[in-house]
């Protein structure tokens, strides 16, 4: 497991709509490996392994973060934001910002701050109208000079280890999930795996699910393994009763849902039991919340397994998880690329 090459997916800016800077890096490290690389219109990049295997998995976590792109700078240089995915507004007054700038296929960094004044913090109802970002123009025509519309922006961060091999860093939701992925194909391939195994790190996850359907249709896969981040139970103001008990630490967490195939979970339960991985369950109701719901009501259908790895404080910039967690998600899928033939029966009905 290449925690460096986490790291740096993590210090990549790729606010959901703006994932090209990542994705490029994701391409760099997945040479090493992939027999064949993709890449389609929605900017996907899809790793191959065994491309002539006509049994196919497709493994897929998301690239994009949560974030604001601009939209507006005022005559005294204060850059306004929009949300771009699932993120509060307020947790980033008086934060450290970035500006992503890219020009001519360069990325360029602007340093900035979420404006803070206590009447800010009063408010009970706090808009992404609310947050402004100084970057220390003067004026409109300075911040033009550096930043323009549409430009991605979300909190400044660095990866900060913690006790018992946790870790915390924003973007977490997902790119833990894509870079586990990618490292399982990786690992599989060492395994010596005969399946077309096809890694997708996903765009647009967190806004509109584009990546994941786009790519799904061009692979049409036999099932898919998805990968993202779930809420942890082991925090003070969290429900059990909702979440379930599930703990940063405490191992992978399979799904139990109607949108996820049973016989898939079961596999995943002896691959896990024979390697001594520990396990946590989550239930859905309904849809998961993922990219796996838009890949299941892809062409014919598509048998999904959701592979979750524990995290607190999703959808912040301070979110938490775990090295072992990530490391033996990592080993379970992998397993499972080896493990599943051509004719796995998906049905859990016999006539």
């Known amino acids: 497991m290449n925690k460096e090459f986490l790291k740096e997916m993590l210090n990549t800016v790729s606010v959901t709509g703006n994932e090209e800077a990542l994705q490029q890096k994701i391409i760099d490290y997945s040479k090493s490996f992939a027999d064949k690389l993709m890449v389609d219109p929605m900017s996907n990049v899809i790793s191959v392994i065994n491309p002539k295997s006509d049994f196919r998995i497709m493994l897929c976590g998301h690239a994009d973060e949560i974030g604001f792109r601009v939209t507006y700078v005022d005559e005294g240089g204060f850059i306004h934001v929009q949300r771009a995915g699932g993120v509060n507004p307020k947790l980033y007054v008086g934060y450290p910002m970035q500006i992503i700038h890219e020009e001519n296929g360069k990325y360029n960094k602007i340093n900035g701050v979420g404006v803070y004044t206590r009447d800010l913090l009063k408010k009970s109802e706090f808009d992404e109208s609310d947050l402004l970002i100084d970057i220390g123009a003067n004026s409109k025509e300075e911040a033009l000079k550096l930043v323009s519309v549409g430009d991605s922006v979300c909190a400044d961060t660095v990866v900060r280890?913690?006790?018992?091999?946790?870790?915390?860093?924003?973007?977490?939701?997902?790119?833990?999930?894509?870079?586990?992925?990618?490292?399982?194909?990786?690992?599989?391939?060492?395994?010596?795996?005969?399946?077309?195994?096809?890694?997708?790190?996903?765009?647009?996850?967190?806004?509109?699910?584009?990546?994941?359907?786009?790519?799904?249709?061009?692979?049409?896969?036999?099932?898919?393994?998805?990968?993202?981040?779930?809420?942890?139970?082991?925090?003070?103001?969290?429900?059990?009763?909702?979440?379930?008990?599930?703990?940063?630490?405490?191992?992978?967490?399979?799904?139990?849902?109607?949108?996820?195939?049973?016989?898939?979970?079961?596999?995943?339960?002896?691959?896990?039991?024979?390697?001594?991985?520990?396990?946590?369950?989550?239930?859905?109701?309904?849809?998961?919340?993922?990219?796996?719901?838009?890949?299941?009501?892809?062409?014919?259908?598509?048998?999904?397994?959701?592979?979750?790895?524990?995290?607190?404080?999703?959808?912040?910039?301070?979110?938490?998880?775990?090295?072992?967690?990530?490391?033996?998600?990592?080993?379970?899928?992998?397993?499972?690329?080896?493990?599943?033939?051509?004719?796995?029966?998906?049905?859990?009905?016999?006539?």
């Open 161 to 351: 280890e913690l006790l018992n091999d946790n870790f915390s860093c924003r973007a977490l939701d997902d790119k833990s999930g894509a870079f586990t992925v990618i490292e399982a194909g990786r690992k599989a391939k060492e395994k010596g795996s005969d399946n077309g195994i096809y890694v997708n790190t996903s765009t647009g996850e967190e806004s509109s699910g584009r990546g994941a359907y786009f790519a799904s249709e061009g692979i049409k896969p036999d099932c898919a393994v998805i990968v993202d981040v779930t809420w942890a139970s082991d925090y003070p103001g969290t429900d059990k009763g909702t979440t379930g008990d599930i703990k940063v630490g405490g191992g992978p967490v399979l799904c139990l849902s109607g949108m996820v195939n049973k016989k898939l979970n079961t596999l995943m339960q002896e691959i896990a039991k024979e390697k001594n991985i520990p396990l946590q369950y989550e239930i859905a109701g309904g849809r998961t919340a993922t990219d796996g719901d838009t890949i299941a009501f892809t062409g014919n259908g598509v048998p999904i397994v959701l592979v979750s790895i524990p995290e607190r404080y999703m959808h912040s910039s301070v979110e938490v998880t775990n090295w072992k967690d990530i490391e033996q998600c990592i080993e379970l899928i992998a397993e499972f690329c080896v493990r599943i033939k051509k004719d796995f029966d998906f049905n859990t009905l016999k006539i």
